[in-house]
C-alpha cells in the first residue's frame, strides 16, 4: 500500500505563488509516477500535472500551462506542484495521485492511490 499526504495548501491572492507538496510512504516511490489533480465544488475532478517515475517526464494540462510545473525528489519521497500567477479559478482542492505505469495519464480513474488532498484558495 502506498500512502500519499499532501500539505501546503493556503489562501493566496491573485496573481501569487503557491507550492502544494505530496509525501509519499509504504512502497517503492521511484516505481511509481504522479498525477495531481484539483477538484473545485460542483465540478469533475480535473487533471493538473503528471511527471514520470524518474521526473524525466513532464505534462501539464492546458488549463495551467505556463503557469504550474511538477517536479519529484525521490530521495525524498516528495512530488511538488509549484503554481505561479494563481487566478481564483485556481481554487480547489488539490491532489496527488499514483499509479505503477511509467506513461502518461489524465483520467482519475487510471490511478490506484490518492491523498487526502489540500484546499488551495485564490482571492481575488
Known amino acids: 500500500q502506498l500512502q500519499l499526504v499532501e500539505s501546503g495548501g493556503q489562501l493566496v491572492q491573485a496573481g501569487g505563488s503557491l507550492s502544494v507538496s505530496c509525501a509519499a510512504s509504504g512502497r517503492t516511490f521511484s516505481r511509481y509516477s504522479i498525477g495531481w489533480f484539483r477538484q473545485a465544488p460542483g465540478k469533475e475532478r480535473e487533471f493538473v500535472a503528471h511527471?514520470?517515475?524518474?521526473?524525466?517526464?513532464?505534462y501539464i494540462a492546458d488549463s495551467v500551462k505556463g503557469r504550474f510545473t511538477i517536479s519529484r525528489d525521490n530521495a525524498k519521497n516528495t512530488v511538488a506542484l509549484q503554481m505561479n500567477s494563481l487566478k481564483p479559478e485556481d481554487t480547489a482542492v488539490y491532489y496527488c495521485?499514483?499509479?505503477?505505469?511509467?506513461?502518461?495519464?489524465?483520467?482519475?480513474?487510471?490511478?490506484?492511490?490518492w491523498g487526502q488532498g489540500t484546499q488551495v484558495t485564490v482571492s481575488t
Open positions: 495521485a499514483a499509479k505503477s505505469s511509467y506513461f502518461l495519464a489524465t483520467s482519475p480513474l487510471t490511478y490506484s492511490y
Open positions: 511527471i514520470s517515475c524518474n521526473g524525466g517526464s513532464t
